[in-house]
């Protein structure tokens, strides 16, 4: 359900029909949780980047990026430095947009895992809907690493039965064969036809992603792989906000820290457990944090 202004809107020729925006619109009417809206405007910028989430993974597809473990990662020198952890720290004397965009354009030089995947995604899902000068201003520190992400990328995580077209669900692997761990599971975006976009594995339905995972099970397992009910998100109304921010404006910001666990394709959930115990632990041992 769609509530405008606290009202119900069900105004559907916004969009032709057919489109994608108006296949996202329908699915989110159809959904028994309430997407609330100040303004038709925050209502058509969720949209806008939900497609956007799709067409940067399908261009991901078509891409030469590698899935690799973080111990076999790459990246373009020019603009990122490569960390002994297997993450990419943004260079400092290069553009966020334009490091982004070189692991579309210069794919062949990249490898990483699927949850670096599911972050560069929404990095130039968000850079192709706000434009560079606002990207630039908002993400100055980029560090791809597994799930770890700039606070004002606001991802949240939560367990759902209803998905939405660019959405990030996770199969999960549990009998996983030890010798390939990085198959314990694998994030992938949720696109409008039904199908899904997993790094490593392509684009298919959730049957095929399931067998897939099954492949690389221990021997003799009787244990399937399955689709979780876990739905990761960014915050789509305070991007928004960041869309119409005023020039110069800049944006003071304590960043995450980064939990370097090693463990290639986690889901967000996995990763932002690890993150509060860390920031539990902070806190006990200094109560003034």
């Known amino acids: 359900m769609i509530q405008l202004s606290e009202m119900p809107f069900e105004q559907s020729d916004m969009w032709p029909s057919g489109s994608v925006e108006k296949i996202i619109f329908q699915r989110m009417s159809e959904d028994p949780i309430v997407y609330s809206y100040q303004s038709i405007v925050e209502l058509s910028f969720e949209i806008a980047l939900r497609k956007q989430i799709m067409v940067s993974a399908r261009a991901m597809k078509k891409s030469n990026v590698q899935f690799e473990t973080f111990e076999k990662s790459r990246c373009n020198h020019y603009y ?9 720290l943004l260079r400092p004397s290069v553009k966020p947009s334009d490091a982004i965009q070189d692991i579309y ?10 949850a670096t995947a599911m972050i560069i995604i929404y990095y130039h899902a968000v850079l192709n809907n706000i434009g560079d000068h606002v990207f630039n201003q908002l993400f100055q ?3 791809l690493y597994s799930w770890h992400y700039d606070p004002d990328l606001r991802i949240n995580s939560m367990n759902t039965d209803h998905l939405l077209p660019g959405d ?20 992938a975006v949720v696109l ?10 392509g684009i298919g339905t959730a049957e095929q992603i399931i067998h897939a995972l099954n492949d690389s099970r221990n ?15 960014p915050s789509f109304k305070d991007l928004a906000k960041f869309s119409m921010l005023p020039r110069g404006y800049i944006a003071y910001k304590i960043q995450h820290a ?32």
């Not at 990122?80 to 990419?88: A, I, K, Q, R």
């Not at 990030?168 to 994030?187: M, S």
């Open 192 to 201: 409008e036809d039904g199908t899904y976009f997993a790094h490593g594995l």
């Open 219 to 233: 021997l003799g397992s009787n244990q399937s792989a399955y689709q979780t009910n876990l739905v990761t998100r």
């Open 105 to 114: 354009r210069n794919s062949s030089q990249y490898a990483f895992e699927c």
């Open 141 to 143: 520190h980029i560090y």
């Open 168 to 187: 990030v669900v996770y199969f999960n692997n549990p009998d996983f064969h030890l010798e390939t761990p990085w198959w314990r599971g694998e994030n």
């Open 80 to 88: 990122w430095d490569l960390v002994n952890t297997g993450g990419f």
């Open 258 to 289: 980064v939990i370097h666990h090693n463990e290639s394709s986690i889901p967000c959930d996995r990763y932002l457990f690890y993150l509060n115990k860390l920031y539990n632990q902070m806190t006990y041992l200094n109560p003034f944090l």
